[in-house]
Nanobody, 125 residues
Framework: VQLQASGGGLVQAGGSLRLSCAAS????????MAWFRQDPGKEREFVGYIERRGGSTLYADSVKGRFTISRDNAKNTVYLQMNSLKPEDTAVYYC???????????????????WGQGTLVTVSS
């Protein structure tokens, strides 16, 4: 499956952004989906995850209560709604997909076979 992330940009602290990740070339509903982010010089960080049918999500503590992941399997798209943004949320955000990843590995970026190209989110103070 190919992934295309979009929706990044510059926003003031306290603002909101919605990222999208469009999938093509595979049966989207077979894939567990996740969002990660990465600052230059740092490791890729888990942001959140959504189950194949969207019934279950999991978030990093750093974004819990502020970010929401959803998916529309009819549109082959997963979303990351980011509210109450903070300067420390500044990063390149990546979507990831894997059809075979087990639940215990969902926060491990090395376990995902498919990645989008990343979209930059900059939060100004």
């Amino acid at each position: 499956v190919q992934l295309q992330a979009s929706g990044g940009g510059l926003v003031q602290a306290g603002g909101s952004l919605r990222l999208s990740c469009a999938a093509s070339g595979g049966t989207f509903s077979r894939y567990r989906m996740a969002w990660f982010r990465q600052d230059p010089g740092k490791e890729r960080e888990f942001v959140g995850y959504i189950e194949r049918r969207g019934g279950s999500t999991l978030y990093a503590d750093s974004v819990k209560g502020r970010f929401t992941i959803s998916r529309d399997n009819a549109k082959n798209t997963v979303y990351l709604q980011m509210n109450s943004l903070k300067p420390e949320d500044t990063a390149v955000y990546y979507c990831a997909a894997d059809a075979n990843i087990i639940y215990s590995s969902i926060s491990d970026p090395d376990r995902y076979a498919n990645w989008g190209q990343g979209t930059l989110v900059t939060v100004s103070s």
